[in-house]
């Protein structure tokens, strides 16, 4: 680097490190910038300036003054602050300057970057008008390295020494503020401190009054004390800009307030120019805004907009903590009120003196309110003015009743709904009634409720004739007291009726020894009301008892009700007025639905007793439920002549003397319930003992039928047990009936069909119509017959009649309680038959396993299946007891069946087995060979013999249709394996029991699938032994047809032939052959036989063989057809053709002559013009038609061309969704694959074929033969 004369005696690193080091003693940005522009000026004659740039400058303290890119600066100036911007979005930091003339600069602007920040632009311009040379601009870069890293540091202690003191200020400010507890006190101090601190023109605290929803000025500050606003001044939320602050949360600085649509002018602060207000919130809750405004243009630099959020944070925690000191002193102070009143209250249980002491205490902290006490009576639906006093302490000794379900005035509304209501304003709420104390009128009213467990015990009124008297803290206050005056109510209340209840339970202990020493229902109800009389207020009384107590909320019916007992009204007069006025009962209905006490209201409907008595419309009655825990007994009823005679006090003891009532009644019930419960227990203990000692069905039914007349009172029984196949009830045993009676019924009974259908008790009236019993009679007031069905899992196992003759005059009619009783011994019965039936059950299927098990055991061990069906044979009538046996096997050329083995006891019978053994036509055989069911015949005794079969027709067994059993049958069974017919087993039964036959058939069923299967495992080894050997033939044709084939594909110069082969089966009728004619001459075949398999490949060997042999002695491809086709068609199989291709090649010119005999088109890619040509279609296949002429064609393949000849093995194979591959896919298969080399394109095509066949096996035989001309040398 060359330097100026002057400069030349001083190294170039200790000019750059003076010129940092004069930089580093500046002051300020400002002079370092001047000591810059003197010393380039001073170096290199030149002018020179410094233009600073956003958002580093101006710095905290410093004037607002024009930067860049804003400010007014040279072109060349712009275009490098521009330049150098795009060049920090690329990545690069590094400075780039700019120059007026690249070639000649007189003018350059270097960019001052300094840790990536681009601080400004140094313009230097010469003075001279000569150009800056090179070397100069260099030093001119490295000189604005160092100063851009001087200006860096400077910048950095400004911002940082500017940070230290505004710290030192928000740590002033909060620790002045921390411990100041007084809101005024608190926000004057802040608005003070901000406001000479930073010297605002004008600085205010606004908080937020959440009653009104308005802000409210709380303290401010001004340079010129005159510039205030007034102490009332107050604004809405979202008015403005502090109203917007506070309603949205977000601060908002407007640095000219005539530019600001939000800002709202105010004459008393003429000088404001900018204004700046900032959110005071915790979280998301907004306390207030701080405000500041300015007599200048921009109030607050981005630093101190920093700091001054801090300090709005502070100030929103220590107005915070000021609130929340205040609310707890308000709280402390009422609370030392509540405390005060409760200490004077809770000790007084005298009512009158308690509501007195109220009204006195509270009157001390509420002094300018008239205050009045009412209490309420829920019972009588009315609020009584006990006490009150006026505003000048005068006591109020008269006030206004209200009617509890007034819908008007706001002292009924609150001791309905028990909530307290604050009115500030009595035209605001339509509740509000006038109400005068004196003469004066009272605008504001907090009435608050007096309730203990959510019950409304009094009221507290305070009136105040100004409006907006009352706010939240006298609310709560008022409701505080009210929660202790409640419980001190409460407690008097208590006091007043613990009294009166001593008095009443005088009275009542003896009637709870009376209740407790009867026992007689009826002279217990008399009792009760001989003492009601004495301690209730009462003109009449009566008792209903409910029959089912159990059943009293679901199913409840006024039927349900018995009037068990009266006082002072007629039973006979009440009964016909609830007969004759059924609305009179829903008082009754009422109390058992709701479980509850109810009192009549003064405007209901008159009651039974009401209108028996022609009582008063407003009439008082009680009607409380007589209950243990959820169950209802009954309902005790009281009336009395007065209105509202009933209320808390009278439902409380009505309740209670209820309750010990329906303890008494349940005692007596449950008396006799336990004595019925253990009679029904000894019964059917009895009933288990029996049932348990029984071991048949016949001896448990003979001793139920014994033992039921003894244990349950009837006078006759019978059993009968269900026969389900020929559906009809048998009888098994009785009692009581003539010796004779053996009744045998049918399903079409009238009764036994209604109670199969039902499985429910049947009761009969008439029983000659019923049961089809004509000798008995029956008095249908004493007698009862009744039919129950013996029933287990929802399934008849019988019948079970009882006749029941009763005797009215001696109460011995069937009851309900019998009935239960023979339920009980009817299911006992049934579940011991059914666990016989199980047991039974249960050996059946161990012996049907052991008999198969056997005829299994036979299968195995023999040898052929001859020795194996005559064993079964001979084992079926030893194991099942069949009485003839025969097994036959199909002849299927004659359509008849053959006799395999047979067995019988009868000689002669098995001898005219064998004699008729070959073609047996059978019509039961018949049936089964074609519809695979099992067939039953009926023999007689002159067709039992096995010659007279042939006149048996065939009956199927069906598994929904009744078969008839009779004394000797003839049953077919299909011996199959999937519907396929394999033989029929063939039994003769001769006197089989009919509750046998459903086993037997299950059992016959089970031997004819061993025997289909041990017939099908000797089928299989047959045909496995066929298999193998036909295996071996084809592996054996196919290792000779591949001999037919090409051992390997010849090399010829300058060509590239490749081949696929592949067949759907072992051996297939595609071929192909390379045939050499001459040394320049060869012969391609590419063949297809229409058919696969074996007969195809044989006949494709002959189609190969004179191919190969007409091409070695005739000239063209067409020649070589045309006598091939001729001798194929002299002793070609019926229905066998074969297409086929034949192309003469020349090697050396590429030029191709071929004849078509019906195959697939080849496909000619010609690479010239990258196009795919299908060559046209030929002539007839080979073998269809003799003398057939087929014509040569001629084609010409270029280098890099290629021809591919194939069968319908590829473009006819098809995927599993049994989509076709097609030419279309093919072609587009040749287009995308590569074609350098020509063994890489058959690798795809069979890459391609397989992917679309999803790896399945093919569908037909695959050949193809791909030839391709290559490049010349």
């Known amino acids: 680097m060359s330097l100026p004369v002057g400069l030349q005696t001083t190294p170039e690193w200790k000019q750059y490190l003076l010129f940092g080091e004069r930089l580093l003693e500046q002051p300020s940005i400002e002079k370092q910038c001047e000591l810059i522009s003197q010393i380039l000026k001073d170096l290199f004659k030149v002018n020179a300036r410094i233009w600073l740039s956003t958002p580093y400058f101006p710095l905290p303290g410093e004037s607002e003054s024009a930067l860049l890119p804003d400010m007014e600066a040279p072109i060349l100036v712009k275009q490098a602050f521009e330049k150098q911007l795009q060049q920090f979005e690329h990545g690069d930091n590094s400075p780039i300057t700019t120059f007026d003339n690249p070639d000649k600069p007189k003018s350059v602007a270097i960019p001052l970057v300094s840790q990536d920040n681009m601080l400004g632009i140094l ?191 502070s100030i929103a925690i220590a107005v915070q903590d000021a609130s929340l000191y205040s609310s707890l002193r308000r709280r402390a102070d009422q609370i030392e009120v509540i405390f005060e009143v409760s200490g004077a209250i809770n000790s007084i249980l005298d009512l009158d003196e308690l509501l007195q002491k109220i009204i006195l205490t509270i009157k001390k902290q509420f002094e300018k309110e008239d205050i009045s006490l009412y209490t309420v009576h829920s019972g009588r639906r009315k609020i009584f003015f006990q006490t009150g006093v006026s505003a000048d302490n005068q006591e109020i000794l008269e006030g206004e009743d209200f009617n509890l379900d007034n819908p008007h005035g706001i002292i009924p509304w609150v001791a309905r709904s028990g909530i307290s209501a604050m009115i500030n304003n009595a035209a605001d709420d339509g509740r509000f009634e006038e109400s005068v104390v004196g003469q004066k009128l009272n605008l504001s009213r907090l009435v608050v409720p007096l309730q203990y467990a959510n019950e409304v015990l009094g009221i507290l009124d305070f009136q105040n004739e100004a409006a907006d008297a009352f706010d939240e803290n006298d609310l709560f206050i008022v409701e ?55 301690n209730l207020p009462c003109d009449a009384a009566t008792i209903w008892l409910v029959e089912n107590p159990n059943e009293t909320l679901k199913k409840f019916r006024p039927e349900s009700l018995r009037l068990a007992a009266t006082w002072n009204v007629d039973k006979e007069n009440l009964l016909a007025i609830l007969r004759d006025n059924p609305e009179s009962w829903k008082v009754l209905e009422t109390v058992i639905r709701e479980n509850t006490p109810i009192i009549r209201s003064t405007n209901w409907k008159p009651g039974p007793i009401g209108i028996a008595l022609n009582l008063p419309p407003d009439y008082s009655s009680i009607s409380v439920p007589l209950k243990i825990g959820d169950s209802i007994f009954g309902i005790l009823s009281l009336v009395h002549h007065t209105a509202h005679r009933y209320g ?77 196949f020929d559906e009809i009830f048998t009888f098994k045993a009785q009692y009581g009936f003539e010796s004779n009676f053996r009744p045998q019924w049918s399903k079409d009974v009238p009764a036994l069909y209604q109670l199969v259908e039902t499985k429910k008790p049947v009761f009969v009236q008439q029983p000659g119509e019923e049961l089809q019993i004509h000798n008995l009679e029956v008095n249908p007031l004493d007698n009862t017959f009744v039919v129950l069905p013996l029933l287990v899992r929802g399934e008849i196992l019988g019948a079970f009649l009882v006749i029941h003759e009763g005797n009215s005059k001696a109460n011995s009619k069937f009851s309900s309680q019998t009935l239960s009783i023979l339920q ?130 065939p009956h199927p067994l069906l598994d929904r249709e009744t078969i008839a059993i009779e004394k000797h049958m003839l049953i077919a069974f299909p011996i199959m394996i999937k519907n396929e017919i394999l033989g029929i087993l ?24 061993e025997i289909a299967l041990a017939i099908q495992n000797h089928n299989l080894q ?45 051996v297939g009728g595609d071929f192909y052959d390379i045939i050499p004619i001459s040394s320049s001459i060869i012969a391609l075949v590419v063949a297809d036989v229409a058919d696969k398999g074996l007969a195809a490949s044989l006949y494709m060997t002959v189609s190969r063989t004179l191919i190969r042999a007409f091409s070695q002695t005739m000239s063209d491809p067409g020649s070589v057809f045309k006598s091939v086709n001729n001798l194929l068609n002299m002793d070609a199989p019926g229905g066998l053709f074969v297409t086929a291709i034949l192309a003469f090649l020349n090697i050396e010119t590429g030029k191709i002559i071929y004849a078509n005999a019906g195959h697939n088109l080849p496909l000619l890619y ?51 969704e049994g989509e076709i591959f097609g030419t279309d896919r093919l072609r587009q298969m040749v287009f995308n694959c590569s074609k350098d080399h020509l063994s890489d394109l058959m690798k795809y095509f069979e890459e391609q074929i397989s992917a679309f066949r999803e790896n399945g096996p093919p569908s037909d035989d695959l050949t193809i033969v791909s030839l391709k001309r290559l490049k010349r040398d």
Not at 986 to 1009: N, W
Not at 1042 to 1060: A, C, M, S, Y
């Open 480 to 534: 505080a007291l009210a929660s202790s005056i409640s419980t001190a109510l409460r407690n008097a209340n208590l006091f007043r009726s613990e009294q009166w209840r001593h008095q009443v339970a005088d009275s009542f202990r003896n009637v709870i020894g009376m209740i407790s020493a009867n026992t007689a229902l009826d002279t217990l109800l008399e009792n009760i009301f001989t003492q009601l009389k004495n």
């Open 1166 to 1216: 010609q690479a010239k013009t990258d196009d795919l040509m299908t060559i046209p279609r030929g002539d007839m296949a080979l073998g269809v038609v003799k003398d057939n002429i087929y014509h040569n064609q001629e084609l010409q393949m270029e280098p890099e061309d290629i021809l591919i000849l194939y069968t319908d093995g590829l473009t006819e194979t098809f995927s599993e």
């Open 648 to 724: 808390p006090e009278a439902k409380d003891m009505a309740v209670t003397f209820a309750n010990y009532a329906a303890i008494a009644i349940y005692n007596t019930r449950l008396y006799a319930d336990s004595q019925e419960q253990a009679w029904i227990s000894t019964v059917l203990l009895q009933v288990a003992q029996t049932c348990q000692a029984s071991s048949t069905p016949e001896d448990l039914l003979q001793s139920m039928a014994r033992l039921t007349p003894l244990m349950v009172g009837v006078q006759k029984c019978a059993f009968f047990l269900w026969d389900s």
């Open 123 to 313: 313009s230097v311009d010469r003075l001279n008008g000569s150009t800056l040379k090179k070397d100069e601009i260099t030093v001119l870069e490295g000189l604005a390295s160092h100063a851009a890293v001087a200006m860096q540091i400077i910048r950095q202690v400004t911002i940082k020494n500017w940070r230290m003191d505004q710290i030192t200020l928000v740590q002033k400010v909060t620790e002045q503020i921390a411990n100041v507890l007084d809101m005024d006190e608190l926000s004057q101090r802040i608005t003070h401190l901000i406001q000479t601190t930073f010297n605002f023109y004008y600085v205010a605290i606004f908080l937020v009054n959440g009653k009104k929803r308005t802000l409210e000025l709380r303290a401010d500050s001004s340079l010129e004390n005159q510039a205030k606003l007034d102490k009332n001044f107050s604004v809405q939320m979202g008015e403005g800009i502090i109203g917007f602050v506070a309603k949205s949360g977000r601060e908002l600085i407007a640095n000219d307030v005539t530019q600001e649509r939000l800002y709202k002018k105010s004459n008393l602060l003429p000088k404001t120019i900018s204004e700046a207000a900032f959110p005071l919130k915790i979280d998301k809750k907004i306390l207030g805004v701080l405000d500041i405004q300015s007599d200048q243009a921009r109030i607050l630099h981005e630093y101190d907009i920093s700091v001054l959020r801090s300090l709005a944070n």
């Open 1022 to 1066: 047959l045909e496995n032994v066929k298999r193998e050997k036909l295996e071996q033939e084809i592996q054996l044709a196919r290792q000779i047809q591949k001999t037919f084939l090409p051992d390997h594909i010849p090399e010829i110069k300058g060509w590239d032939l490749q081949t696929v082969w592949e067949t759907a089966l072992q």
């Open 824 to 953: 009980g011994i009817s299911q006992q019965t049934a579940i011991s038959l059914d666990n016989m039936r199980l047991l039974e059950a249960r050996q059946e299927e161990a012996y049907i396993t052991a008999v198969l098990l056997q005829v299994a055991q036979a299968v195995v061990t023999q040898n052929t299946i001859i020795d194996t069906l005559d064993t079964i044979v001979n084992l079926l009538p030893i194991l099942i007891g069949v009485d003839l046996c025969a097994i036959y096997l199909p002849n299927p050329e004659e359509n008849s069946f053959s006799l395999a083995k047979a067995y019988t006891e009868n000689s002669e019978d098995f001898e005219i087995l064998q004699e008729e053994n070959d073609a047996i036509k059978l019509p039961i055989l018949e049936f089964v060979a074609n519809t695979n069911q099992i067939a039953v015949g009926y023999l007689t005794e002159e067709t039992i013999f096995p010659h007279t079969w042939v006149n048996i027709q």
């Open 986 to 1009: 063939l039994t003769r039964e001769d006197d089989l029991p009919s509750k046998y036959f459903s086993k037997r058939i299950e059992l016959l069923t089970g031997v004819s699938q």
